[in-house]
């Protein structure tokens, strides 16, 4: 007997708000994002750009909802008309980036293409986070940087382009900060990257760059950005696939149907491979050019066994994780070590809080293993980091007396989050 289809809801894709929102500020004129992601994260940006001259304003209902009116807090029905200059900004100006990554690696070089001074910060969590090797490319390009993270203040005079070498080991965000800029230099830019974590996610880059009408060039280890600028375009957002882990996830362990509309083989997103590391666990999966779906066994157990490299998804991992000791073996998941530079320090995170729960765990500079185990009640230090508040939701639905210290904090990226699983899951074991 096939279980009903229950149709997450899921909010637009945080990685391609913010980097959608970025470009259209780089273009000559208005453009038009239709359900974009609207949470702390995507507010911080979108003030971010908006305190550097460019104009944001909703515009309506862009007819991308859910079709009952509820919005459901995410922004589904939105429409966001961004006017851009069509250049760097103009100082003097500050920045306040609040936990927002992606303010703090992507604005910095678009502000150097500009003119004046502006100032950089953010809050405790994000001042912690590395931005060194951004920084110095910078510099190497003709900024005046004083600081080697935040807070620091960039004097910018413009970009003439030219070659740099980038170790993006640590982050992608780096890149793909660099690379939306090139556009606005003076001359083409080439990046040589000898290192690089999480690539598609400067797949997803070059491909929103090339849809607002950027030249770009790839050959071997290095990429090309032409100068040229961008045009205004519109753009629909996908759904987040990060954030729809959790509910694939909550289907695989609760031998339930989910499906997500709109997260298609066609997707920019390299997150819904994470649908295949369920498929590896026993899950079924299907994919069709316009929808996802996941359905667990009729039991919840996972099959476990097996050990998988998640660095290219590893904004992913920590779903496998937290429901691994649902499985019926050891699971190992390796390539993860840019995980420990994140909002927290995600191995430590997570292994910290399945011990906590009496599960064995073995994690190392780059992996951890979870062996299988019945989760004691506890409450989970979150971190202040949405990810680890979401996943280990979706263990407390087969786990009773689970709870967590900070719930609030998954308004990062999804601010009904918990309503929504409720809604599909309600008190599910």
């Known amino acids: 007997m096939t279980t009903p289809v229950l149709d997450a809801r899921i909010p637009g894709s945080k990685s391609i708000t913010n980097r959608a929102l970025l470009l259209a500020a780089a273009a000559p004129g208005r453009s038009r994002l239709a359900a974009p992601l609207v949470s702390d994260d995507t507010l911080a940006f979108r003030a ?60 910095p070089p678009f502000a150097a293409t500009g003119r004046g001074e502006i100032a950089f910060d953010g809050s405790d969590q994000l001042r912690a986070r590395p931005l060194r090797p951004l920084l110095e490319a910078l510099t190497g390009l003709g900024a005046k940087v ?68 950027a030249r770009v060039e790839e050959e071997g280890s290095a990429i090309t950005v032409h100068p040229g600028g961008y045009r205004p375009t519109d753009l629909a957002i996908e759904p987040d696939a990060s954030t729809a882990s959790y509910f694939f996830a909550a289907a695989a362990v609760t031998g339930r149907t989910v499906r997500v509309a709109g997260l298609g083989t066609g997707s920019l997103q390299g997150d819904t491979a994470f649908v295949e590391v369920l498929r590896r666990a026993g899950a079924w999966v299907t994919r069709t050019a316009d929808w996802t779906e996941v359905a667990g066994t009729g039991t919840g157990t996972l099959s476990g066994g097996f050990t998988i490299d998640m660095g290219d998804i590893s904004d992913t991992f920590m ?31 997570v292994a910290g809080n399945l011990r906590a729960l009496g599960i064995r765990v073995e994690d190392g500079p780059d992996r951890i293993t979870v062996h299988p185990g019945v989760p004691a009640p506890a409450t989970v230090d979150c971190h202040r980091d ?42 599910f074991g």
Not at 149 to 163: I, K, N, Q, Y
Not at 325 to 349: F, M, N, Q, W
Not at 392 to 419: M, N
């Open 48 to 107: 971010a750009l908006t305190d550097l001259g460019t104009g944001v304003r909703d515009i309506g209902d862009s007819g991308y909802g859910y079709g009952d009116g509820s919005g459901y807090g995410d922004g589904s029905g939105e429409v966001w008309e961004v006017t851009g200059r069509g250049a760097g900004p103009a100082g003097p100006g500050r920045v306040w980036c609040a936990d927002a990554g992606t303010a703090a690696r992507f604005l």
């Open 146 to 213: 004083r600081g080697t993270g935040l807070p620091f203040a960039l004097t910018a005079r413009g970009l003439a382009g030219g070659r740099i070498e980038l170790d993006s080991g640590l982050s992608s965000q780096y890149l793909s900060g660099l690379l939306m800029a090139a556009p606005l230099m003076g001359g083409p830019l080439t990046v040589d990257v000898p290192r690089l974590v999480s690539r598609p996610y400067v797949d997803m880059t070059l491909a929103l760059m090339r849809h607002f009408g």
């Open 319 to 349: 779903t496998m994780a937290a429901i691994a000791p649902l499985a019926d073996a050891p699971v190992t998941i390796t390539g993860i070590a840019h995980a420990r530079l994140k909002e927290s320090d995600r191995i430590a995170a």
């Open 386 to 427: 949405h990810r680890i508040a979401m996943s280990f939701s979706v263990l407390g639905l087969r786990a009773a007396g689970i709870t967590l210290d900070d719930p609030a904090c998954v308004a990062k990226t999804f601010p009904g989050f918990h309503e929504e699983l409720r809604r599909l899951f309600g008190t």
